[in-house]
């Protein structure tokens, strides 16, 4: 009998420490909350963000959401210095800025090398887009060349990668910013300005440039000069963000999904334009017709940094400081995502 209880209480001091052993089992088994989506943030006005659009579209549901900003929504500090810059705002002054923060972030390279200043902790992933800039000028005004330009007004907003891509046409023809009248004008300003006859000509992107073109008619001038510059149109993270490992598997899935959003916007568009009217409010018809003055690489240019190096000379002129070296600049430059997000 005696036996029969010792054997009976090591049997139920087993089950015990067996049930307290199985308690963090359980805990380590437990569901885990699901992860926050990645915010993927670019201006809503502009068409290169199209396949980033479309990609957020077809990732899984609840793991992508897209919201209009830039690079500075990386750290949740707007830019209300850029858009103040410019005149011919719809409300009569810049729209307030989207306060959010992105995981992402797209905008061209000048605004990257802009914000990293103060935030050298930028980081750009890939090239999803490279927009083939454009003069648009008024034969009337006796414009022919980028010579004629001398001496006319010119709209442009300042202090982005449409007034770098003037400022490399006019250095091409021997000329500079204070050979002519800089106009400080929205895209759409612009673009109203130069079919008005307010200005001579007009530097900027699509699908602005486009509908200048269309409405100036015969009167219009097209001037693209072959390898002057294009716009470099990158998605950007923080440092840490890549760091962080849960982060930095968001980010490689979206760019596996990105990169079938770049062979969709050269191959098969229509959709992706839909969904741009939609968000641009732009027409439909014109985002079409100037479409083919884009390119959808999903790459890093082998001539980024080339780019960046000139590009940080010319900002740093009008900011009055020293250019940053190329070592320097090199490190805003992060390949492995996309090479994580190609090798399957």
């Known amino acids: 009998m005696r036996g029969n209880k010792a054997a009976l209480a090591a049997a139920m001091a087993a089950l015990a420490f067996g049930g307290c052993a199985a308690a963090p089992s359980a805990a380590v088994n437990a569901p885990t909350a699901p992860a926050e989506p990645l915010s993927v943030f670019g201006h809503r006005s502009v068409l290169e963000f199209?396949?980033?659009?479309?990609?957020?579209?077809?990732?899984?549901?609840?793991?992508?959401?897209?919201?209009?900003?830039?690079?500075?929504?990386?750290?949740?500090?707007?830019?209300?210095?850029l858009a103040a810059s410019?005149?011919?705002?719809?409300?009569?002054?810049?729209?307030?800025?989207?306060?959010?923060?992105?995981?992402?972030?797209?905008?061209?390279?000048?605004?990257?090398l802009r914000m990293s200043l103060k935030?050298?902790?930028?980081?750009?992933?890939?090239?999803?887009?490279?927009?083939?800039?454009?003069i648009i000028a008024r034969r009337s005004s006796g414009i022919a060349s980028v010579a004629d330009l001398k001496g006319k007004r010119i709209a442009v907003f300042v202090n982005t990668s449409a007034a770098f891509y003037l400022h490399r046409l006019l250095k091409g023809a021997g000329l500079g910013e204070a050979d002519v009248t800089i106009v400080p004008l929205t895209a759409r300003?612009?673009?109203?300005?130069?079919?008005?006859?307010?200005?001579?000509?007009?530097?900027?992107?699509?699908?602005?440039?486009e509908r200048a073109a269309l409405a100036l008619g015969d009167n219009?001038?097209?001037?693209?000069?072959?390898?002057?510059?294009?716009?470099?149109?990158?998605?950007?993270?923080?440092?840490?963000?890549?760091?962080?490992?849960?982060?930095?598997?968001?980010?490689?899935?979206?760019?596996?999904?990105?990169?079938?959003?770049?062979?969709?916007?050269?191959e098969d568009p229509g959709e992706m334009q839909a969904m741009l009217a939609e968000r641009t409010g732009q027409n439909l018809e014109l985002i079409r017709q100037s479409w083919h003055h884009h390119r959808f690489p999903c790459a890093l240019?082998?001539?980024?940094?080339?780019?960046?190096?000139?590009?940080?000379?010319?900002?740093?002129?009008?900011?009055?400081r020293q250019p940053r070296d190329r070592a320097t600049l090199s490190r805003l430059?992060?390949?492995?995502?996309?090479?994580?997000a190609r090798a399957r």
Not at 119 to 134: A, K, M, S
Not at 191 to 200: E, H, Y
Not at 233 to 238: C, D, G, K
């Open 301 to 320: 240019p082998d001539d980024l940094l080339d780019v960046m190096v000139e590009e940080e000379q010319w900002l740093a002129k009008i900011d009055g």
């Open 220 to 266: 219009g001038l097209s001037i693209q000069p072959k390898g002057a510059y294009r716009e470099i149109y990158s998605l950007n993270a923080r440092a840490g963000t890549l760091r962080d490992p849960a982060k930095r598997k968001q980010v490689v899935a979206f760019l596996r999904e990105l990169l079938a959003g770049c062979r969709k916007a050269e």
């Open 119 to 134: 935030h050298p902790d930028v980081r750009i992933v890939v090239t999803t887009t490279e927009g083939l800039y454009r």
């Open 50 to 81: 199209g396949p980033a659009l479309l990609a957020a579209k077809n990732a899984p549901p609840g793991t992508v959401v897209t919201a209009s900003g830039g690079v500075p929504n990386l750290w949740a500090t707007p830019d209300p210095a």
């Open 333 to 340: 430059i992060d390949p492995s995502l996309l090479r994580e």
């Open 189 to 209: 300003a612009g673009a109203d300005a130069v079919i008005k006859g307010d200005v001579d000509a007009l530097s900027t992107w699509e699908p602005e440039a």
């Open 86 to 112: 410019v005149g011919g705002h719809a409300e009569g002054a810049p729209p307030p800025p989207n306060p959010g923060m992105a995981d992402l972030a797209g905008n061209a390279e000048t605004q990257t």
